[in-house]
């Protein structure tokens, strides 16, 4: 059964790291995405480490975020598990009949789009295997170019904006210069901010995860809607 057609869309957001300020940040650029009609409920998980940085912490991180949507399952019309390596995603999507994406997902099926090559911009180079495994998964191996990273230590670049936009843009720019990306993807939901001042600096394609992630919640909201 799809939303209800006297009442606004409402779209739980899961930040599966345990800042309440990133997920504040994370709310306010959906709701700009994806425009009137739709309502972002945010919630943060509590067990989780300020920002996801290791494979352990994200694979740890899969058990609260599917708790959260279960939690939230009756008051809500679809899930975004607002983190890149999605955790939590696959366990959702077996265990309910809400239309659930996560931001790797969205962002690369938006990238990979026309037939792109794609590469990812990031600040963990501790979770290159599980970024490397996502077009795998995806379907979309043949058209990645890669992962690179920013040089910096991850939580003290998103202490100091200007910095994680410059090394940002560097590691965008290897991705285009280098390895021959078509568009690239900004790979984490805490760096939603940074994705979009970076686009204005490039001419290809500068994917912000968030955004595709509310363009294909959206989609799939309607698609349930109408069924």
């Known amino acids: 059964m799809g939303p209800r057609s006297d009442r606004r869309a409402r779209i739980l957001l899961i930040n599966p790291n345990s800042l309440e300020a990133t997920t504040a940040m994370m709310v306010a650029i959906a709701a700009s995405a994806a425009g009137d009609g739709f309502d972002f409920i945010g919630a943060t998980a509590t067990r989780a480490p300020a920002m ?3 494979p352990d912490a994200l694979g740890a991180a899969a058990p609260e975020v599917e708790q959260i949507a279960r939690a939230h399952r ?3 019309d679809g899930i975004i598990v607002s983190a890149f390596g999605n955790p939590g995603l696959a366990g959702i999507k077996a265990a ?3 239309p659930a994406v996560g931001l790797g997902e969205a ?3 938006a990238a990979a789009e026309t037939g792109r090559r794609f590469g990812v911009a990031t600040t963990t180079p501790l979770l ?3 970024i490397d495994a996502l077009p795998e998964a995806l379907g979309l191996r043949s058209r990645y170019t890669g992962s ?3 040089e910096g230590d991850p939580q003290e670049l998103m202490r100091e904006p200007a910095r994680l936009r410059e090394a940002l843009a560097a590691a965008v720019e290897v991705c ?3 390895d021959g990306a078509e568009a690239v993807i900004i790979g984490g939901g805490p760096l939603g901010e940074a994705a979009r001042e970076l686009q204005p600096m490039f001419t290809v394609p500068i994917i912000a995860p ?3 992630a509310v363009g294909r919640i959206i989609r799939l909201v309607a698609d349930r809607a109408g069924n």
Do not use: G, N, Y
Request: glycine content about 0%; proline content about 4%.
């Open 210 to 212: 968030i955004p595709s």
């Open 107 to 109: 962002s690369m099926l």
């Open 52 to 54: 996801i940085v290791t």
């Open 176 to 178: 285009i210069a280098q």
């Open 148 to 150: 690179r990273f920013a």
């Open 96 to 98: 309910m009949s809400l």
């Open 74 to 76: 009756d008051s809500c």
């Open 128 to 130: 290159k295997t599980k």
